[in-house]
């Protein structure tokens, strides 16, 4: 069993920058891969990166690519979704997400096992 608490969601511009946290309770945070997801008003949850427990694997929706990344630490039991560049359509709800499958970095939403509650990111234009 895991708890996921984000943090690190906000109001920002459109071209700035936030970095959101994920803090995983539980000693075994580091068997555990880890995903971002975003959901926007009216619109279903969607992938957005994923990281696998040993953090050697990474995926990114293509949206987001080499403009967000995916990290973990696995001493502080957290994983990290640095977001730059932002637009106004990656306003949404984002959830952190694990699952205790192989070492790798899934994106399929029902692949993941436990969910955070959600931080909410704001771009305005």
């Known amino acids: 069993q895991v708890q996921l608490v984000e943090s690190g969601g906000g109001l920002v511009q459109a071209g700035g920058s936030l970095r959101l946290s994920c803090a995983a309770s539980?000693?075994?945070?580091?068997?555990?891969?880890m995903g971002w997801f975003r959901q926007a008003p009216g619109k279903e949850r969607e992938f957005v990166a994923a990281?696998?427990?040993?953090?050697?694997?990474?995926s990114y929706t293509d949206s987001v690519k080499g403009r967000f990344t995916i990290s973990r630490d696995n001493a502080e039991n957290t994983v990290y979704l640095q977001m730059n560049s932002l637009k106004p359509e990656d306003t949404a709800l984002y959830y952190c997400?694990?699952?205790?499958?192989?070492?790798?970095?899934?994106?399929?939403?029902?692949?993941?096992?436990?969910w955070g509650q959600g931080t909410q990111v704001t771009v305005s234009s």
């Open positions: 997400a694990a699952n205790y499958y192989r070492d790798y970095a899934y994106i399929q939403e029902w692949r993941y096992h436990y």
């Open positions: 539980g000693r075994t945070f580091s068997s555990y891969n």
């Open positions: 990281i696998s427990w040993s953090g050697g694997n990474t």
